[in-house]
């Protein structure tokens, strides 16, 4: 402070010096001008040294407040380094130094903990292949396993290091986690009412519980909560981690329900759609009721899941579908239908791209329905060029001998001028929006309606207003034959019309040796009571010469695969997809052949496949994989971006999958439960492309002496323990052998019980007073509980090691 009271009194001794000067200067020259002119300098100088003074003084500051900072770093320093020491040293995060070549330069003892001591000079490779794929792939932040624990890398690419931090309690309680997410099945006992309605009460209540108990003994056993909330329909919900052991036992509940039809001749399967999404309860139950629908709609039998950030998987379906529904459904679809109609300005009817006879007699089924009642309001899409050549051909010759037909042919172009909000589209044959006929007048519309009868491939169906697909129906003219009684009674069909309608019903069902029923036949009947000529229709489907001969040609190039699957191969383009199913149905006339595939160009882009079988062999669900869909035993494909070489190896690999590969045998040890091959520690021969398949999804491991030595300990091992147990379990036999079981009732004055005695009440009251707890499902009693008395209860304790005791029931 007093720098600057020095420099103020210098800056005004210097003014008043100036003054003075300045003053004394308007006389002569004398003493007073010599001590103003000192006085001057004197100040001058007094000025100059004060701001010397603070500017030094400013240097010295800095200067010291330099020395000061010095001084912090220098023990900061210190600080920072046992800081670092310790960071690389002891803190839990490793670091990795790696060099050009992906050597380890350098590690910290952390990294060298979990990598080993010899870690310094390895190639990142040789440490962790995981790593190593996840740096060369780019990856800047990934997880890695090492051993049991789970680590978190941090890559940074500069300095070519690593960094890494031991996360494995964060992943076990996240793989708990997404253990615990719940799932909701429902579960459909498909056809029940229908099949049990002529047998006697007692009967069909018999029946029922032997379903019944079947489905809640699989739930139960992978610890599942179930309610019945309908007589053939219930719920369950499990969570993920038990609906994976479900997965991996391939649903064994659909079997034993097919048995227990079989044993009493009713045609009664089980549909099941199972959600298992980490969403709210709302949601996930809207999910498993679409699986369950989709599950009813490619025909029942089958198990349809839902998993979130997977695609959705199929189980069973082992047999085609059977007839679910009546006349009243028949009767009450037709009354919606109708009603659609009637509030709609204008109708348009649509078959599915490359339209075959089931699709064009369909659509003519339709609009002579919908002529019975609005004479001018329906019209038919058709185009010539997207039609199949025998379609081609049938249309020309209905428009030549009834021209009235020409005004309900409209091209795709006149339709879309038609086209207005209340119009409804009807479309027939297809469930799909990839494969309809004209996808421009589709866009254009919002009131769409469906009929079909193929299986859902599990693709986005239409946005429908109204739906009736049947997959048990052998075509779609199966369904409209059936409307037609209960839509109107002044529906006019031609002998033309129906011998048309009759050609589709002959295509779909390969002259009635595929998929058909009692209904096919009554529709048949149907259509010859309105003219339809068998020997009219047999010229229609005809093969010309040259289809002929390209047909020999495709079957002359025939590939026999695993002595039973056929192949037709071609990288020529048939744009005509009637003739591929031809092929396919010709060749499994071969004997031996239970499943026939024709592959070919469709155009430059796209690869077609048309597939046939037998009862044995789902070709659907094989057509499934590869994008495509059907029926069990025709099924069909397009595939893009793909050459029919790939395609062609693409279904040889699923049947060699499926059904066991070719070239030489090789004997496995089997790690896990294989369907259809074997369980677990089973060793076992099999051809060596599903072999090498299984050893490399470490689902088997080759059979070589040192493995078979392991596997043998490992046996021994385990009949020394099952040994042990058999003993324990026999002292327990002995043990219950000598018990009983006091439970009270209450009984009317007529000696009737109030209510029954359940496995549940026995085994509760046998551990309060014998303090032996029983699993209620291996306990059964001997005859029925139906009064007061002495009853036998038999506990199943191992294989063929029972006990049983008495089950004394009392009066209360």
Not at 197 to 206: C, F, K, P
Request: charged share 25%.
């Amino acid at each position: 402070m007093k720098r600057w009271i020095y420099l103020g009194l210098s800056i005004v001794l210097m003014i008043g010096s100036l003054v003075f000067y300045f003053v004394s200067t308007n006389f002569t020259f004398s003493t007073m001008d010599t001590i103003a002119l000192v006085l001057l300098f004197v100040a001058f100088a007094l000025l100059m040294l004060s701001i010397l003074v603070v500017i030094t003084h400013h240097q010295q500051q800095r200067i010291n407040n330099l020395q000061n900072r010095l001084e912090a770093w220098t023990q900061l320093s210190y600080h920072v380094s046992q800081v670092g020491d310790e960071l690389f040293n002891e803190l839990p995060v490793g670091v990795l130094v790696m060099g050009e070549d992906e050597t380890v330069k350098w590690a910290n003892n952390f990294a060298i903990g979990v990598f080993g001591v010899n870690t310094i000079g390895k190639s990142i490779q040789d440490i962790s292949s995981d790593m190593a794929s996840n740096i060369r792939g780019g990856e800047s932040e990934f997880t890695i396993a090492v051993s049991d624990d789970k680590y978190d890398i941090m890559y940074n690419k500069e300095l070519n290091s690593a960094y890494f931090f031991n996360v494995t309690k964060r992943e076990e309680i996240s793989e708990r986690y997404q253990a615990r997410v719940p799932a909701i099945g429902l579960i459909y006992l498909d056809n029940l009412d229908e099949a049990l309605a002529g047998l006697d009460v007692s009967e069909q209540s018999s029946i029922k519980g032997e379903y019944l108990g079947i489905i809640a003994d699989w739930v139960s056993e992978y610890d599942g909560y179930l309610k019945t909330f309908a007589d053939e329909r219930l719920v369950m919900t499990v969570y993920k981690e038990q609906l994976e052991k479900m997965i991996s036992d391939n649903f064994g509940v659909l079997e034993k329900i097919r048995d227990v039809s079989n044993l009493y001749n009713v045609k009664v399967t089980v549909s099941i759609g199972i959600a298992c999404w980490d969403v709210d309860y709302e949601q996930l139950g809207g999910y498993a009721q679409n699986a369950v629908e989709l599950a009813e709609r490619r025909g029942g039998d089958q198990v349809v899941i839902n998993m979130q950030n997977q695609k959705i998987r199929y189980f069973g379906a082992k047999q085609d579908a059977s007839a679910t529904h009546s006349k009243v459904n028949s009767r009450v679809n037709a009354q919606t239908l109708k009603e659609l109609v009637d509030k709609a300005s204008n109708v348009l009817i649509m078959g599915h791209i490359n339209t075959d006879a089931d699709a064009f007699g369909s659509m003519i089924a339709m609009l002579q329905m919908i002529r019975s009642h609005h004479p001018e309001k329906a019209k038919i899409v058709f185009d010539e060029t997207r039609v199949d050549q025998t379609v081609l051909k049938i249309s020309r010759i209905l428009t030549s001998v009834e021209p009235d037909m020409y005004e309900y042919l409209a091209t795709t172009n006149e339709a879309l001028r038609t086209i207005n909000e209340n119009t409804l589209l009807i479309v027939l044959d297809t469930q799909s929006p990839r494969i309809i006929s004209s996808p421009e007048v589709f866009e254009k519309i919002k009131n769409i309606a469906v009929i079909d009868h193929h299986r859902s491939s599990g693709e986005a169906p239409f946005d429908a207003v109204f739906s009736y697909v049947e997959p048990y129906a052998s075509s779609t003219i199966e369904l409209l034959v059936e409307l037609m009684s209960f839509y109107s009674r002044d529906i006019s069909i031609t002998p033309l019309e129906a011998s048309i309608m009759y050609a589709g019903l002959v295509v779909d069902t390969n002259n009635f040796l595929n998929r058909i029923g009692t209904r096919t036949f009554e529709v048949a009947a149907t259509l010859r009571e309105f003219g339809a000529d068998m020997a009219e229709v047999n010229l229609w489907l005809r093969k010309d010469k040259e289809r002929l001969l390209e047909i020999n040609k495709l079957i002359s190039k025939i590939d026999v695969y695993l002595d039973r699957f056929a192949f037709a191969v071609s990288s020529d383009i048939y744009q005509d997809r009637v003739l591929l199913a031809q092929v396919a149905d010709e060749m499994l006339q071969i004997d031996g052949i239970d499943a026939a595939f024709t592959i070919t160009k469709l155009s430059d882009e796209v690869v077609g496949v048309s597939a046939r079988s037998i009862q044995g062999v789902n070709v659907q669900v094989l057509m499934e994989e590869i994008g495509g869909g059907g029926h069990l035993t025709g099924a069909a494909a397009q595939v893009k971006d793909s050459s029919v070489e790939e395609v062609y190896l693409s279904v040889k690999h699923l049947l060699e999958l499926e059904y066991g590969g070719e070239g030489e045998e090789m004997k496995i040890i089997l790690l896990e439960d294989v369907k259809n091959r074997g369980k677990a520690d089973d060793v076992i021969t099999i051809a060596a492309g599903y072999g090498n398949y299984l050893i490399k999804n470490n689902k088997a491991v080759l059979a070589t002496e040192e493995n078979l030595a392991k596997l043998e300990e490992k046996l021994a091992e385990i009949r020394k323990k099952e040994q042990q147990h058999i003993d324990l379990i026999k002292a327990l036999k002995k043990e219950i052998d000598t018990k009983s079981v006091m439970i009270s009732i209450q009984v009317g004055h007529d000696g009737k019980m109030f209510g029954s005695v359940t496995t549940k009440q026995i085994v509760e009251a046998f551990e309060e007073q014998n303090q032996i707890v029983l699993d209620r499902k291996k306990v059964s009693i001997v005859g029925n509980i139906s009064s007061v008395g002495i009853y036998t209860a038999v506990v199943n304790l191992y294989k063929d090691i029972n006990a049983q005791f008495e089950v004394h029931v009392v009066e209360k």
